[in-house]
């Protein structure tokens, strides 16, 4: 009998172990952010850009590699509202653009004090929709981002406040020296399910 209660006893001990070092998450975050266009120095033109803000919302999935180090991946999708603003003939004119981007991150995740993290890695971006119209370059190309954050895991839920900026353009295989290279910067909010 004592052997019978021993082997259960471990049994559930492990299971516990198991069930509390899950190493999965998926999450979804939201973002109203700043957005912006850069333009490469040295480049002379009498074009400007203007962010009028972002929404971006994103699917994550991060795997826990040890108890302070996870790979993240996942998809984001970025609306981006941008006023240009030129003057060719002496009078300024304004033009409103939108700028969808989809993005692939590819995260490291570093967790320090139980409840902060800092996460940087290389992105992959697709401008949909881009209009020949615009003045603006598509942002399709490989871009960069870098998150600094607080995180609460509750059981199976994980709440996530992410301070982030991401970089579009960084290299891009057509473009040949892009000069204007989108930005965004804001908090990320967010909520996860750990399994």
Do not use: C
């Amino acid at each position: 009998m004592f052997k019978k209660a021993l082997f259960i006893s471990s049994f559930m001990l492990l299971a516990l172990i198991a069930f509390s070092q899950t190493k999965n998450r998926v999450s979804m975050l939201y973002s109203p952010a700043n957005n912006g266009v850069d333009i490469k120095s040295g480049w002379m033109g009498d074009v400007g850009h203007t962010g009028k803000g972002a929404n971006l919302f994103e699917f994550r999935y991060s795997r826990n590699i040890n108890s302070f180090f996870s790979i993240e991946t996942g998809l984001q999708y970025a609306h981006n509202k941008i006023e240009t603003h030129y003057f060719p003939d002496g009078v300024t004119h304004y033009k409103n653009s939108e700028i969808h981007v989809l993005t692939i991150p590819i995260y490291g995740n570093l967790t320090f004090l139980k409840y902060f993290f800092v996460e940087a890695g290389p992105t992959l971006d697709f401008e949909s929709k881009h209009a020949s119209s615009t003045s603006i370059d598509d942002q399709s190309g490989i871009g960069l981002a870098f998150g600094l954050g607080g995180k609460y895991t509750l059981r199976n839920v994980t709440v996530i406040v992410n301070p982030f900026f991401q970089r579009h353009l960084i290299l891009s295989p057509g473009s040949g020296g892009a000069v204007e290279r989108l930005y965004e910067s804001g908090i990320k909010f967010g909520i996860g399910y750990n399994f």
